[in-house]
Nanobody, 123 residues
Framework: QVQLVESGGGLVQAGGSLRLSCVASGRTFGSYAMGWFRQAPGKEREFVAVITRSGGSTYYTDSVKGRFTISRDNAKNTVYLQMNSLKPEDTAVYYC????????????????WGQGTQVTVSS
């Protein structure tokens, strides 16, 4: 029903920045809270950020507060994650998600997932 495609990942040095994008299919994008999750090798998929349907409220996991910013453009069916001051511990596959639960870890935290985009932060 909802197709999500992430882009923008890559390899950066610590302290650098990346901007992830997620484009959703369909015309119901504005009906969903959208989120970003990440999963490091051997670890559970964890919550990073979520933005409400209108974009009026955002929520972040403590480890990224002040560094990451989630935003959305409903006219473009796109959600973004601006990541600044990146740290090696931010290294993970980042997944876009639709209809998310906040402060949730695991694959069951959202109804729809993108394919993921790799973010690697070197020291």
């Amino acid at each position: 029903q909802v197709q999500l495609v992430e882009s923008g990942g890559g390899l950066v040095q610590a302290g650098g920045s990346l901007r992830l994008s997620c484009v959703a299919s369909g015309r119901t994008f504005g009906s969903y809270a959208m989120g970003w999750f990440r999963q490091a090798p051997g670890k559970e998929r964890e919550f990073v950020a979520v933005i409400t349907r209108s974009g009026g409220s955002t929520y972040y996991t403590d480890s990224v507060k002040g560094r990451f910013t989630i935003s959305r453009d409903n006219a473009k069916n796109t959600v973004y994650l601006q990541m600044n001051s990146l740290k090696p511990e931010d290294t993970a596959v980042y997944y876009c998600a639709a209809d998310t639960k906040i402060y949730c870890s695991g694959y069951g935290c959202a109804d729809y997932w993108g394919q993921g985009t790799q973010v690697t932060v070197s020291s």
